[in-house]
């Protein structure tokens, strides 16, 4: 009987510990679809939870500092400008700042010998 209390316990606890993990893991309901986020080369990860839950993308900070750590070690995040267009999980986020996937299309410009600076102005628009 007290073996069968003490299962019973154990696996609430696990079941609302997994619970309250995919709770907070999940995009909030407000998510800024589109929302563009600079990560400045010195930032912590520590800022960038906080900026990150500040501009409502990740649900916890904890969570997010965890998973990064988890996918790169105390490397902490890269720097640079990440488009967030759909919800994510914070497991996404964590991997996608860990290891630089900015979300961004990269275009190819290809400026040929010999213009202006205006003519050059005229290509990059």
């Known amino acids: 009987m007290k073996k069968s209390r003490l299962l019973h316990s154990i696996a609430s606890v696990i079941v ?12 909030p ?10 990560i400045e080369k010195a930032s912590t990860v520590s800022q960038v939870a906080d900026e990150l839950a500040t ?8 969570l997010y500092k965890i ?40 275009i190819k410009i290809t400026i040929p010998e010999g213009p202006t600076s205006r003519e050059m102005a005229a290509i990059l628009s």
């Open 29 to 38: 309901s407000g998510f800024p679809r589109g929302q563009i986020v600079t």
């Open 67 to 106: 998973y990064t750590t988890v996918f790169h070690g105390n490397k902490g995040v890269q720097a640079g400008t990440y488009l967030f267009a759909e919800p994510q999980t914070v497991i996404r986020l964590a991997y996608r700042t860990a290891y630089g996937v900015r979300g961004l299309d990269k």
């Open 16 to 27: 609302i510990t997994c619970s309250v993990v995919m709770f907070f893991s999940t995009a």
């Open 55 to 62: 501009l409502g993308i990740i649900r916890s900070p904890f």
